[in-house]
């Protein structure tokens, strides 16, 4: 199904899934896949699913977003959720700009809300932010009127890395409800889990944390996640693991003993994989560390869809910048 | 009124000011206020003027340059000014080369005139320049044949930094002449003060300059400006009053005692506003040191004009990336 | 002639070299010189004469790669390269994404082959990649299916930069074959050298490399050069001397005693050229360290085709993307 329209008029053609109602977009921003309802998720979905089209054809654009500007606007460093973001707004005919270079008024001392209101003064119609602190994505949506998509904010949540593992599962399996979903690793420290965890959990999977009781806590439990810190002994259990990435930065902490010990005990190998089901769909949000999240066989392998999650990654970032700036009255 | 010409006809329907004639373009570089007439300058305000509009579209792009390439050659740190060149580039639909990042040529010792001669042999077609040495942007100028427009050259000038400054106040009053600004803060090590004071007083307004004498050499005097230490014995007297940016580097030199001193003695708070002129307007070239130049009160009140400067300066910049590839036989 | 078709037909009107066939274009990549035929080295030098029109346009660009997007993969600094690779794909009308910021997926310890597949993975259709590792283009062109155009790996081969030079030297000399080239400089560790050799002695020309026992080895014989360690003894042979760069960085390593020694025995002065041939070409690949590897007098004087180079530069990239693109089933 293609996507041809210049302006606000929705992408034409769309199927929402059974049961669902279509929903025309209230929000401006994306901030949290918690703030969100199923049918709401959905429709970002199944959105993206029509702009996943343009990207397999040999021009890669459509005019949806023509003479609109996109600011990329990271406090952290990010090639892939930046260059993501980048194409999708290329993708949609959107100008960018980067604000996200060192030696940026902000190291000049300027405080994030002088600069959101710069960046806005400037007519930029969407801003993507990356920032260390929770809660910043939402705190920028208070000082501008522009559209703010978050691409990460401190530990609390990064929607859009959750909405394309959900995309990629929904593609692998046709469906998310009654899934058992893992997320494996660091969940502690990872607004990736979080996302997850909500998204999954308002479409109807269970979601399992596994991980050293170091970096799965007790509790995570009041989120509705079910925590486990023997991934052998669940194994078995899910149609889907998500292997976090491990923070080589946060090895200097002492939160575990070594990579080897990490490896040995939540490492997803080959030999590993063969006790989990056989259509089992391994995630990974990358950069993979080969040897400790995976080993190579498992990255590589007929399970993995990392890749997938990669090219699902465009289609939902086109998505969310078309419905937020639509809400924006664009 | 609309731009939409593609090629070098002028934009149509620009209304000049009365009593000043329509002027064909003759520059193809921008160096320095300076160098030009009263007309000249309101010429470059009322082709801004026009091009004001184009971003309050929602397609905020006309196809004036396009296919023409700029160039931004950043020799100092800056976000704002590089990316308003950046957006003002897109917005008139020409390509956009950075030559601004580190581990450029330029660290392998190549002179500036081989950079420039290079950027030359690729096509560009105005280059954006910013360099800490007084009079790089002339002497660029004079090493390549295609247009040259100064971002900023050491203490020298900042020609559209005092072009959006004086949009700004002409917008805001209605009217340059007879007005009297004050300019306030490190002037001595200030290309903003010598860019408004040079551009003021073509167009009639008398300028005061307000500082510690450090800061405030009473040499200035031979420029045309009137020279004051003491803040609140003139703050009466003044239609606008333009707060100059603390270089938090240069307090280490000792040139005043401490951030509190020159808060107290030089800072705009609300309580020091209440004695300026009811309908006085506060200017900052940004980025704010909150609580040293300005007080929040005053910089986000009814009185500051700080974010419509912003907007300006990107229609400012459209004029005369526009107004130097014409009379370059653009 | 005009280069305007948007899609795969190859770009009407070339002329082929007398003698030459036309050649479809076989290649998705270019790696190295050395695996081309002297045919296929003329079709591309053929096809960049075609593009090098559309530099003197005032609207420089040709829809050839509309919706198509270029990567660049820098994993050394480079602004001269990258550029113009950035320029020839913005006038190719492709849209472009810059991999080569610090703070990358690759510092957090990704492999280059798991960096490769995520950029594919995104829909890129060209990567260029600039490695310091001698054959890093071959390995990352067995990783994925998109285009890869290899802008310099380790002392290797830098193909883009042998195809400008050997263009610059049919444009000026009519012809390649017969041609006495003197390559002077670090031999031994340039790439540049290496792309020269392969491509001028396919065509027909005659090539001796000169400098320093250190720098330049009798192995390099085995490839077809003529070595040579005495400028002075060989100068008056030469169509074509193509000075090669002075890296600073390697004087630290003893390789030649200082600066002024080496200038002194293998720069090219003024009065040193008086010597050579009257017609004599001279080049170098920039950016140009004046006053060692030539002096001012020789690098601006009527011999010097430098900037033509970088002209030409564009011209030849602009092909090489068509051409590869075109290959890979664009």
């Avoid at 699902?312 to 969310?320: D, I, P, Q, S």
Wanted: with cysteine; proline share 5%.
């Amino acid at each position: 199904m293609a996507i041809s329209t210049e302006r606000g008029t929705p992408p034409a053609g769309m199927t929402p899934v059974p049961g669902a109602t279509p929903v025309a977009w209230p929000y401006r921003n994306l901030l949290a896949l918690e703030d969100l309802t199923a049918e709401e998720i959905v429709h970002i979905l199944d959105t993206a699913e029509a702009f996943r089209d343009v990207s397999t054809r040999s021009v890669k654009k459509v005019p949806a977003l023509r003479g609109r500007v996109v600011a990329n606007l990271f406090f952290e460093d990010s090639t892939r959720t930046r260059t993501s973001f980048t194409l999708a707004a290329q993708r949609l005919s959107a100008d960018l700009v980067d604000f996200s270079s060192k030696g940026s008024s902000v190291s000049k001392g300027e405080n994030l809300r002088d600069t959101l209101r710069n960046i806005e003064a400037m007519g930029v119609d969407v801003v993507v932010i990356r920032h260390p602190a929770s809660g910043a994505a939402a705190m920028a949506a208070q000082c501008v009127r522009c559209s703010v998509v978050n691409a990460g904010d401190g530990r609390h949540e990064h929607p859009t890395q959750g909405l394309l593992d959900i995309f990629t599962i929904r593609q692998a399996k046709g469906r998310i409800e009654g899934l058992n979903v893992a997320i494996v690793g660091d969940v502690a420290n990872s607004r990736v889990a979080r996302s997850n965890l909500h998204g999954l959990r308002k479409l109807g999977a269970s979601v399992t944390f596994v991980g050293p009781a170091t970096l799965v806590p007790r509790a995570f439990e009041s989120l509705g996640a079910r925590i486990c810190h023997d991934l052998d002994a669940v194994i078995g259990e899910f149609d889907v693991i998500n292997m976090l990435r491990v923070q080589r930065e946060r090895m200097a902490s002492n939160v575990f003993p070594s990579f080897e010990e990490y490896s040995r005990l939540f490492g997803l190998s080959g030999e590993r994989l063969r006790r989990a089901r056989p259509d089992v769909l391994v995630l990974h949000p990358g950069p993979i560390n080969r040897g400790i999240e995976l080993t190579a066989d498992v990255a590589d392998g007929p399970r993995s869809a990392i890749l997938q999650q990669v090219t699902n990654g465009l289609a939902v970032r086109m998505a969310v910048l078309f419905l937020c700036h639509q809400a924006a009255g664009g």
